[in-house]
């Protein structure tokens, strides 16, 4: 598309924002603002590198669980209980709840 004025370029400053700056004006507003980044991206990676010291450091002091012996479980209380038994024979009594055939 034709440029009403090609010694004056427009910039965008973030969040919609444009600024219609001369060439000198627009090349010093983007030195400052890739020196910022990267001022940015290296304590970014100073971080992660003190994040992943930190995560070797625990791996290192904390011992691997055991794949020898299992984890120790606790047995549910539901499976403690003993199941009601059976009458011997299933028409003896009518009371009890074991009874196949309750009267």
């Known amino acids: 598309a034709p440029s009403p ?4 370029v427009f910039v965008a400053l973030g969040f919609g924002f444009f600024a ?19 001022r ?3 304590s970014l990676t100073r971080d992660g590198a003190k994040i992943r010291a930190h995560i070797r450091l ?15 479980v606790a047995t549910p209380p539901h499976l ?3 199941p009601p038994s059976l009458c011997p024979s299933p028409r003896a009594c009518g009371s009890c709840r074991g009874c196949r055939n309750p009267p």
Do not use: F, G, K
């Open 20 to 38: 219609e700056l001369t060439l000198p004006e627009a090349l010093r507003h983007l030195e400052r603002r890739s020196s910022l980044l990267q």
């Open 40 to 42: 940015l991206s290296d």
């Open 5 to 8: 004025d090609p010694r004056r």
């Open 80 to 82: 403690l209980a003993t």
């Open 58 to 72: 625990v791996l290192e002091v904390t011992p691997p669980p055991s794949l020898a012996t299992p984890p120790l």
